[in-house]
């Protein structure tokens, strides 16, 4: 008998902590479905403007009145035939490409073989270099389009695509990283290859850029989608309206008195290519963002 009740208080031990840990699974995950609240209204307040956008470009005509036009009855794509029909815009996405695909390409190419020198190379003055291009992500972008743009047009490169170009394609923060980068590549590698004569070139085009590829995915999400937003440097610098980017010939737009489902449609034409860069590299993107803090 006396092992019956030991038994039988045994088995109401174990059926009190089994449900204490049963309610501390509800707990938590109570609390973790409440966390849930604050982040959908978050996603939903920033997909706002964006819904807000395409809707009214499907409404060419139509008064617009929030909070009625946010759900219309009716919808039309005579807006995007306009926009796309425009002979301007057509354009303005031409440049656009130009300029984001081609300095991205340079961005690239320039910081990777920066990098590589200042990871890799010995040589005088190198950390104090360095360091004086770290500054430069110090000092506000707005300071240098004065003194930029007077050199720009002591060249005669204003009102031109390599004068757009140029001036962005020294980037600091791409430098930086990919030098933090090629840090990790072993020395080893390197040496073997100098051992087996490879001249500097070789070793780096062979050797450390291929070990870049995840880093070099990451800048180039992040200068494309920098130059394919950028406003300031293309409107101080092109002055013809065949030369504007889609940022700029946006703003026009406005100035125009285009109809605002016209210039709506317009946006979204703008927003689609950064929109699918961003969607298909977007581990490349998170990744940037956590090297950029551990780094």
């Not at 174990?14 to 479905?33: C, E, H, Q």
């Not at 210039?263 to 689609?272: L, R």
Request: aromatic share 12%.
């Amino acid at each position: 008998m006396a092992a019956t009740l030991i038994e039988t208080s045994a088995g109401d031990g174990n059926s009190g902590s089994v449900n204490d840990f049963n309610s501390k699974r509800l707990r938590t995950k109570s609390s973790a479905r409440l966390i849930h609240i604050p982040l959908i209204i978050t996603a939903l307040i920033t997909i706002f403007p964006f819904y807000a956008m395409v809707v009214i470009s499907l409404q060419p005509g139509t008064a617009i009145s929030i909070p009625d036009s946010l759900f219309p009855s009716t919808v039309s794509l005579s807006a995007y035939q306009d926009a796309l029909g425009s002979q301007s815009i057509p354009q303005w996405a031409l440049n656009s490409a130009i300029y984001s695909l081609v300095s991205v390409s340079l961005v690239l190419l320039f910081a990777s073989m920066a990098g590589y020198a200042f990871a890799k190379k010995r040589f005088f003055g190198r950390e104090t270099i360095f360091w004086v291009f770290i500054a430069m992500l110090m000092i506000p972008y707005q300071l240098t389009i004065i003194p930029q743009y007077i050199v720009v047009g002591q060249l005669n490169g204003l009102n031109t695509m390599w004068g757009l170009i140029v001036p962005t394609i020294a980037n600091a923060q791409a430098m930086f990283l990919m030098r933090q980068f090629i840090q990790d590549i072993p020395d080893e590698l390197i040496d073997s290859a100098r051992i087996d004569g490879a001249r500097e070139f070789r070793i780096y085009w062979s050797i450390v850029l291929p070990q870049t590829k995840p880093i070099m995915a990451t800048l180039a999400t992040f200068v494309f989608l920098w130059h394919w937003n950028d406003f300031l440097w293309p409107l101080v610098s092109q002055q013809s309206p065949s030369n504007y980017v889609l940022t700029v010939g946006l703003q026009t737009l406005q100035d125009q008195q285009v109809p605002l489902a016209t210039v709506m449609a317009a946006a979204v034409v703008t927003f689609i290519p950064a929109l699918l860069v961003f969607i298909f590299l977007q581990r490349y993107f998170v990744r940037g963002v956590m090297m950029s803090g551990l780094k």
